[in-house]
């Protein structure tokens, strides 16, 4: 299934998608708030490991490709993390440094949070933030998320978002 966005192509990864995503999941500069695959074989099972999660839950994050030329250029969505387990539903959002700037995170997050009210009919949703990273926070706040607390051992900001009363329905 394909969700497509005024500028973005949303579609479950593939594994020929896997050298585009390494591209920047494995570039320490871009991953430099959290965590980098060491190895072309370590980026292919973080999506292994999601797409397990998606044939369980229904959700996990999409290869974001740009309208415009189709170029891969991020990945993120809803997931419940397999590496991290226990924090229920979450937001994330990994793009390549190219297009950092330019509101593709943002448009991402609006996709999920409307998934998540309308469709999934999930209470909350939790983003994860990395303290310096300001860009992210800001995108979280601007979704609706509110801080909660810090994560000393995740070092990262836990923010939450409840799901919209009239969305409840």
Known sequence: MEIETA???????????????????GDPQAMRWTRIDATLRDCRRRIVAHERRRRHDGYAPWTVRAKADHRIIGWGGLYRDPFEPGWGPEVG???????????HASELV???TTLADRELRLPELR???HPGNIGSRRVLERAGFALVRAVPEMNRLLFLRARPRQAAG
């Open 93 to 103: 959002y990994f793009f390549h440094p190219d297009v950092w700037g330019r509101g």
């Open 7 to 25: 500028r973005l192509i949303l579609r479950p990864p593939r594994l020929a998608d896997v050298p585009a995503l390494f591209a920047f999941l």
């Open 110 to 112: 609006a996709v999920c």
């Open 127 to 129: 983003g994860f933030a």
